[in-house]
């Protein structure tokens, strides 16, 4: 059941911090300052790493990507329904990964399934014990996020990200750094923080005649602001788009007035901060209202209408927190809208058709 929530997906929102600790469980030796994935101790690392998975998995992988770039692993995220026809070469030592909480996506599938013909190594990062992916693939890696009811994506796409964080500190040859260790011991007691306090609910209420939403962050923030959209898009039924914060000068820009509110998601304090506070000005010069999504480290809270705040921590689990706070503002905005909450229209928790 529900127990006590509305809906299941506010209820799997609040789960989080038990489904993260169970993500982690075992995983992380804070003393030995070492990540292992049981799972993995037979995988190689590869010489590049290729991601495809699709919706909200997808950002997950544009996430995973970049994190194993930045150790020096050359990856590319694909979004599973396109991959066939990018159609990219697949050089030997190649591990194609396959994001999916069901296991069961067509789409993503079908990617594994080329993958695997064209002798890939697979990894399936699943929540589902035995599904399709977890089958399909050389290797798995279990997410442990419990079942999700809700057809929006929450719990599953946070330990998405923890299981791309697992999955990378285990190809990386090196020992885990230990302020990442702290920041994963904290998170769930983080999460809770923001479950206690947001006032995403109270900022909602100001936007229900606007016309369009726009979700903005760069870098790793990038696929935070996508998934605030499509999670946004999904239950309101209102329009909302996810851009990099840079790229809103190269066209966006057009569709932002004062009744288009602009969530930034900006932490840290800086370059890739203070290149999007700019792109907060931007908008600001065109009267949108600012939601500021923020661990208070930059001034972005002094151009901002609203502020959702998020504890400070490993710049790695940032966009974890951030996206909370957007799973918050979607959750509230369709519930004020009374808009069909677990079962959006047009829309299934399993995509079995390409
Ligand atoms: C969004 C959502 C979808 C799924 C997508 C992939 O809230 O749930 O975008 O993320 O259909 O599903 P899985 O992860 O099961 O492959």
Do not use: W
């Amino acid at each position: 059941g529900k127990s006590g929530y509305d809906h299941f997906m506010l209820k799997e929102i609040h789960e989080q911090p038990t489904s993260l600790r169970q993500c982690l469980s075992g995983r992380v030796d804070e003393l030995a300052g070492h990540i292992t994935v049981e799972e993995l101790t037979d995988l190689e690392t590869p010489r590049s790493v290729q991601f495809v998975a699709c919706g909200t998995s997808y950002h997950a992988a544009m996430y995973a990507a970049a994190l194993l770039r930045d150790g020096g692993i050359p990856a590319t995220a694909y979004l599973a329904s396109e991959y066939a026809t990018a159609n990219p070469p697949i050089p030997d030592d190649t591990l194609v990964v396959g994001i999916t909480q069901s296991g069961e996506t067509a789409d993503t599938m079908s990617a594994l399934r080329d993958a695997n013909s064209r002798g890939a190594e697979t990894l399936a990062l699943t929540n589902v014990v035995g599904s399709s992916a977890a089958r399909e693939c050389d290797h798995v890696l279990y997410i442990r996020a419990g079942p999700e009811i809700g057809v929006a994506a929450t719990k599953t796409f946070s330990s998405q990200l923890i299981g791309a964080t697992l999955l990378v500190e285990n190809l990386l040859e090196e020992t885990a750094d230990r302020e990442l260790i702290g920041a994963l011991r904290d998170l769930p007691s983080n999460v809770q923080a923001i479950l206690d306090n947001s006032n995403a609910e109270a900022v909602v209420d100001d936007f229900l005649e606007s016309n369009a939403f726009f979700f903005i962050g760069r870098g790793t923030h990038f696929p935070v602001a996508l998934e605030g959209a499509l999670k946004f898009k999904e239950i309101t039924y209102e329009h909302a788009e996810g851009f990099a914060a840079g790229e809103l000068k190269h066209g966006p820009l057009a569709l932002v007035t004062e009744h288009t509110p602009v969530f930034a998601v900006v932490t840290g304090n800086g370059e890739n901060a203070h290149k999007t506070i700019s792109n907060i000005k931007e908008v600001e010069a065109r009267d949108a209202p600012v939601v500021v999504v923020t661990d208070g480290q930059s001034d972005a809270a002094r151009y901002a209408d609203a502020v959702l705040e998020i504890p400070e921590t490993h710049e790695q689990m940032a966009p974890l927190l951030a996206n909370v706070q957007l799973q918050l503002v979607a959750y509230h905005m369709a519930n004020r809208l009374g808009r069909s909450i677990d079962k959006p229209r047009n829309l299934a928790k399993s995509v079995t058709v390409e």
